[in-house]
């Protein structure tokens, strides 16, 4: 394969890219950044791992998710996507405190027969 | 230092435990999966470089970040710890749903001026 189709991986670990390279079809040589940042935080034996061991069809999502994950970590170099989730579990959280004193109020409301309610 | 309390990451990469080991406070040896699935999934070289990139104060929540992601991703190959937060937004869009819902129905009931209305 000539030079200029190679894939980002292989460009990066300055390398002949075959057409069954692993990383060609998810890590296109025009978005050199994507694969970078998957290198930095998994590695690429170890992301090239977690993309064979998928069916093929599955290996896309894999590929989204990692450069998402590996993202968040250059972000958040301590808490990576392990930061998002316990701030949408704190979302939640309010949510269901909000939900709870709505209910509380319909009841009162309810019970009150009151017409207009202050809510 | 002795065999006996090498890190689980030592243990493992078959090497000598030093004092300064960046493993070492993260990794205790009476929990060696612990490090194993970090290993799998990052590798011991960048997750060790991960850790060694933040303040020594905020290293136990790399580490603890890390295994929680390993964890994730050995779970769920494709989407990792990303198909939680999936699950989590769509949680959260549920609430908001929900609450919208609630909310029309106060203002109707508001609007009727039912003493008690069926919510």
Redesign the interface.
């Known amino acids: 394969m000539a030079n200029g189709s190679r894939c980002a991986a292989c460009r990066q670990l300055r390398r002949r890219c075959t057409s069954d390279c692993i990383f060609l079809p998810y890590f296109p040589p025009n978005d050199p950044q994507r694969f970078s940042v998957v290198h930095?935080?998994?590695?690429a034996?170890?992301a090239g791992k977690?993309l064979k061991?998928?069916e093929e069809y599955?290996r896309g999502?894999?590929a989204e998710?990692?450069y998402?994950?590996a993202q968040c970590?250059v972000e958040d170099?301590?808490?990576?996507?392990?930061?998002?989730?316990t701030l949408?579990?704190q979302?939640?959280y309010n949510?269901?405190s909000?939900?709870a004193k709505?209910?509380a109020q319909?009841r009162l409301?309810?019970a009150q027969?009151?017409?207009?309610?202050t809510?």
């Open positions: 930095k935080i998994f590695g034996n170890n977690m061991q998928v599955k999502d894999v998710s990692l998402y994950e970590r170099p301590v808490y990576g996507c392990v930061g998002i989730i949408l579990q979302e939640i949510f269901e909000q939900l709505i209910e319909i409301l309810k027969g009151v017409a207009t309610p809510l």
